[in-house]
T-cell receptor, first 109, second 112 residues
Framework: KNEVEQSPQNLTAQEGEFITINCSYS?????LHWLQQHPGGGIVSLFM???GKKKHGRLIATINIQEKHSSLHITASHPRDSAVYIC???????????FGKGTKLSVKP | DTAVSQTPKYLVTQMGNDKSIKCEQNLGHDTMYWYKQDSKKFLKIMFS???????INETVPNRFSPKSPDKAHLNLHINSLELGDSAVYFC???????????FGDGTRLSIL
């Protein structure tokens, strides 16, 4: 079992829909990251959070440390949001990131 | 201005060859990383350097040798390339350990 599990693995949505991607992890962490990998391959860091909630534009990330769970929400989804969204955690006392396998999102016009 | 730049973008070579991938960041970051993304798109840390010092060295064959001549550069040299080395290799940097990471565009390595 991977230390970082994401669901769903694949997600297809219609433009305008509200999207939720989930991430569960099994280790104690210092921080959790959400990354976006575009179809062209480039990776962008969206959020780093260790508690609560962060918002950037139409993207919202939440984390529940007690439940070892995080969600990434996209409001009013758009085809340009189509990408792979990757959850990664930094275990306590370590500098490395452990990655989930990603959620492939396709938003249809 | 590209913040984290990797060269080359594509590398096609024969099994058994030795090759290098270069990475440079102009962000003034102290920490740099190398990741491998396999054919199933799974990312895994390989190495991390902080101020030119190796701080993370995951279970990677010793055919892979990182070199950091200064804190703006972290190059990856691979000896005796094998078929299983085919992957996309990403370089990243962060202000310090644990801070958000900025990724390069990746180097797609294909072994024939």
């Amino acid at each position: 079992k991977n230390e970082v599990e994401q669901s769903p693995q694949n997600l297809t949505a219609q433009e305008g829909e509200f999207i939720t991607i989930n991430c569960s992890y099994s280790v104690g962490i210092s921080a959790l990251h959400w990354l976006q990998q575009h179809p062209g391959g480039g990776i962008v860091s969206l959020f780093m959070l260790s508690s609560g909630k962060k918002k950037h534009g139409r993207l919202i990330a939440t984390i529940n440390i007690q439940e070892k769970h995080s969600s990434l929400h996209i409001t009013a989804s758009h085809p340009r949001d189509s990408a792979v969204y990757i959850c990664a955690v930094r275990p306590k006392g370590q500098g490395n990131l452990i990655f989930g396998k990603g959620t492939k999102l396709s938003v249809k016009p | 201005d590209t913040a984290v730049s990797q060269t080359p973008k594509y590398l096609v070579t024969q099994m058994g060859n030795d090759k290098s991938i270069k990475c440079e960041q102009n962000l003034g970051h102290d920490t740099m990383y190398w990741y491998k993304q396999d054919s199933k798109k799974f990312l895994k840390i390989m190495f991390s350097y902080n101020n030119k010092e190796l701080i993370i060295n995951e279970t990677v064959p010793n055919r892979f040798s990182p070199k950091s001549p200064d804190k703006a550069h972290l190059n990856l040299h691979i000896n005796s390339l094998e078929l299983g080395d085919s992957a996309v290799y990403f370089c990243a940097s962060s202000l310090s350990i644990g801070q958000p990471q900025h990724f390069g565009d990746g180097t797609r390595l294909s072994i024939l």
